[in-house]
């Protein structure tokens, strides 16, 4: 509703007044607004610049390296060799060239660490060069020229990370600086925004003052609108009595009004943008309004309190604290507290549900579940899932275990079965390998314990032979021993009778009247000579024959030994060393039995010369001295004769004892045999309690499903 009233020049001066204020504080703001956003669109600062060269050299000095790389793949190709080298040299000239612009950086940290990466980066392509020699000299083999060059990129990648680190923090800080400057800037445009309101409100004030010379009618006109909430009614005045002074303060209320309405959408939209904190200044309107202004403040301060409140109790819910509660509120507001309570009771619910399941979980005990009928909705589904796990561990467990059982029980036959997934998946398969190879070793077992029983049968039944035929030679050495004795004491008779002969033969020469007597015992005693070498030389040939028999059986047993392999090869050594004591025998009778014929030849001679003295009696006086050296050596040779006696007793003693101890050792082997037999059977026993046929899985398999 407007009121016309003939006041064209106050209401010109007053509309005219509030544009130009209007105009100026837009201007204003729009030039603050106009400078930050130049600043900050426009004006790129250099440290900014040169993060972006730093992020770029980073790009860079990676496809340089990605190119060596190439280098060395392709090291066999001649042209791309030479094409990626020349691509490597390209980029290391464009790092080059980056690092160098970054050198003019106004920071001076990052100057030194630019100069440093240069140098390092420098070195690296020297070495790089000087690789390839080493690396055509290897064949172009990739593997030795990335040994050549290993390691030697991560100094000077070390040192482009902490360049570009740095380049980036200095940016961020310019950035800084530069947004500052621009809040800066907004903040003194709108302070010149604000002051320029101020004089305008102040010049408004004092046209208000001055020309406030509304009719009563727009007075009256413009309370009415303002008391049905129109602030936008105009009162248009040009006198200047008092009318005119009640119709400018009636546009003053409106204005205030209007000032208190702008505030408060101002703070909605401040709201709504996320400025929770934001409040009307109570103290920009007067008296009243400035109270409702404070009294709004007041409320939404409350709530927002309230909600503040509610949020950091759920922020404590929601990290695991259900310690706090939520106090309790009156009124409409108690619904905020019963849904805080609502959520702290299903939470606690739910807890204890997990908590429960979890610590069955640990003791092992796969067999709880959780009450989801409790639960509604993503708690449900949570429960839901959690018992899902709890059954899919225990029947996975279960035919693991089952597996297990089946192993301890010998069926190496059984093996998991069924849809298992991921870590199940892998034990299923682990476990069914096991089974599988201690099967395979259980056979292979089974086939050894065979086999090391018929060897072990075979070695018994040889020992036992050789011991029969070690206890028959001990027995022929035993008889041999006895009959050498007899014969060393024969041998030591006939050299007495010797020495006694020497005797006659030198008393002969004084009593030769009795030459006839003395011949014919000599006679007597030279037949029993002959007789007695006659049985050595017997004697001898049954010790030759002893000794090449068990030449024959040491030879036998070493056949047996070496039959027996590893298991033998201590037989063989003590059959070895018996036929090394045969052989010695067999030359020991040898030359006993050359002795003794030289002995019986001896004795012949002897006994042709007796006879002859007897015949020829008359020339025995003249021959005295003649027979008497021949028995000397008669007497000599018997001496040898018995000591070699004695050496072929001793050594058929000792012949006798070795044939002992060789008795004694093939019983031995003989009892080693038998009990490797016994332990054969014992392995064959315990290897047989393992069940390897798949029909005996199938039966485990279904005894564990009964």
């Not at 205030?256 to 959408?265: D, F, I, N, P, Y």
């Not at 040491?554 to 027996?564: G, K, Q, T």
């Amino acid at each position: 509703m407007n009121a016309s009233v003939r006041a064209p020049r106050l209401q010109s001066k007053l509309l005219g007044a509030v544009s130009v204020g209007l105009a100026v504080v837009l201007l204003c703001a729009l030039a603050g607004l106009a400078s930050a956003w130049l600043k900050l669109s426009t004006d790129v600062p250099p440290e900014v610049a040169h993060s972006r060269d730093a992020e770029r050299l980073q790009r860079e000095f990676r496809g340089q390296v990605q190119e060596w790389k190439n280098v060395l793949l392709r090291g066999h190709d001649d042209a791309l060799r030479q094409r990626h080298l020349d691509a490597f040299d390209s980029e290391g000239r464009l790092v080059e060239q980056l690092a160098k612009g970054l050198v003019t950086s106004p920071d001076a940290h990052t100057r030194e660490l630019a100069q440093a990466f240069i140098g390092l980066h420098a070195q690296l392509q020297q070495d790089y060069h000087a690789a390839l020699q080493a690396f055509a000299e290897a064949g172009y083999d990739p593997a030795a020229g990335d040994n050549l060059v290993r390691g030697k990129d991560r100094p000077v990648a070390a040192a482009l990370d902490a360049l570009s680190t740095h380049a980036t923090q200095v940016a961020e800080a310019a950035l800084a600086a530069r947004s500052q400057q621009a809040r800066q800037t907004l903040l003194l445009c709108a302070a010149l925004t604000v002051l320029a309101a101020v004089l305008l409100l102040i010049g408004l004030a004092w046209w208000l003052r001055r020309a406030v010379v509304q009719p009563v009618l727009a007075v009256e006109a413009a309370a009415r609108a303002v008391a049905a909430g129109d602030l936008q009614h105009v009162v248009q005045v040009r006198s200047r009595d008092e009318i005119g002074r009640l119709a400018q303060a009636m546009q003053a209320v409106q204005s205030t009004l209007r000032g208190v309405l702008e505030a408060q959408a101002a703070m909605a939209q401040a709201h709504d943008a996320g400025t929770i904190s934001h409040r009307m200044d109570a103290r920009a309107f007067p008296g009243a309004f400035g109270t409702m202004v404070a009294d709004s403040n007041a409320l939404v301060d409350a709530h927002i309190q309230v909600k503040l409140r509610a949020i950091a109790i759920m922020g404590r819910y929601a990290i695991g604290d259900l310690s706090q509660d939520m106090e309790r509120l009156p009124g409409e507001k108690a619904v905020i507290t019963d849904a805080l309570d609502t959520a702290k009771v299903n939470l606690g619910m739910i807890n204890g549900e997990i908590r429960r399941l979890a610590e069955a979980a640990a003791r092992g005990d796969f067999s709880q579940r959780g009450d989801s009928a409790r639960f509604e909705h993503d708690f449900r589904a949570m429960v839901d899932g959690l018992n899902r796990l709890m059954q899919t561990t225990e029947l996975n467990l279960g035919e693991v275990s089952s597996m297990l059982r089946a192993i301890a029980d010998g069926r190496l036959g059984a093996r998991m079965h069924g849809d298992f997934q991921g870590v199940f998946a892998r034990i299923a398969g682990d476990a069914n390998t096991t089974a599988a190879q201690l099967a395979t070793i259980v056979t292979d077992i089974k086939h050894a314990s065979g086999n090391i029983h018929t060897a072990a049968a075979e070695i018994a039944a040889g020992n036992n032979d050789l011991s029969r035929r070690t206890e028959q030679q001990a027995a022929n050495l035993e008889e041999t021993a006895a009959s050498m004795e007899e014969l060393t004491s024969t041998v030591r008779q006939n050299a007495e009778h010797a020495r006694q002969a020497n005797q006659l033969a030198i008393g002969a020469h004084n009593v030769a009247s009795h030459g006839g007597n003395v011949v014919g015992q000599v006679v007597a005693t030279m037949g029993a000579i002959e007789t007695s070498s006659r049985q050595i030389a017997e004697i001898i040939s049954v010790i030759d024959g002893i000794a090449f028999q068990t030449n024959i059986l040491a030879l036998n047993a070493a056949v047996e030994a070496a039959r027996a392999g590893e298991q033998g090869r201590g037989f063989a050594v003590v059959a070895s060393e018996v036929r090394t004591l045969a052989q010695r025998s067999a030359a020991a009778a040898k030359e006993i039995k050359s002795l003794i014929e030289t002995s019986v030849e001896q004795v012949g001679h002897g006994a042709q010369r007796v006879r002859e003295a007897g015949d020829t009696m008359a020339e025995i006086v003249a021959s005295v001295q003649r027979v008497t050296d021949i028995m000397a050596e008669i007497s000599a040779a018997s001496q040898e004769q018995s000591a070699g006696i004695e050496q072929v007793s001793q050594t058929v003693i000792q012949m006798d004892g070795t044939t002992q101890q060789n008795a004694a050792l093939v019983e031995e082997a003989s009892a080693a045999a038998r009990s490797l037999e016994q332990q054969a059977n014992r392995l064959i026993d315990a290897v047989d309690v393992f069940d390897l046929s798949t029909t005996a899985a199938a039966k485990g398999g279904l005894a564990r499903a009964a």
